[in-house]
């Protein structure tokens, strides 16, 4: 499984930015996979996660702010930003678990996650 994540860049407190990831390897088009976040000296966070059954989990601290989507035709995932806070700046990864459905409490826990994309840094500024 391969997970190659683009779309970061900088942006000003308020703008947007929408993060895509093209996946490949999957049998199953329709495998759980998610956004995670990680700024320097924290841990690696939750962001949105769409499981296999197109239920979907948000962090806290982006609802009603952030959307996560996929294209199954184009085994694209993506995340779409919107008023973008200081906060909120941080290297986004792409991310898929090793098993194509998760439970509903383990959707943001980075531990259950298997696979990994390089990873593409967010900057926002005040």
């Known amino acids: 499984v391969q997970l190659v994540e683009s779309g970061g860049g900088s942006v000003q407190s308020g703008g947007s930015l929408r993060l895509s990831c093209a996946a490949s390897g999957y049998t199953d088009d329709r495998h759980c996979m998610g956004w995670f976040r990680q700024s320097p000296g924290k841990e690696r966070e939750g962001v949105a996660v769409?499981?296999?059954?197109?239920?979907?989990s948000y962090a806290d601290s982006v609802k009603d702010r952030f959307t996560i989507s996929r294209d199954n035709a184009k085994n694209t995932l993506y995340l779409q930003m919107n008023s973008l806070k200081p906060e909120d700046t941080a290297i986004y990864y792409c991310?898929?678990?090793?098993?194509?459905?998760?439970?509903?409490?383990?959707?943001?826990?980075?531990?259950?996650?298997?696979?990994w994309g390089q990873g593409t840094q967010v900057t926002v500024s005040s």
């Open positions: 991310a898929a678990p090793g098993r194509p459905y998760l439970p509903q409490w383990l959707l943001l826990d980075a531990d259950e996650y298997k696979y």
């Open positions: 769409v499981n296999s059954d197109g239920s979907i």
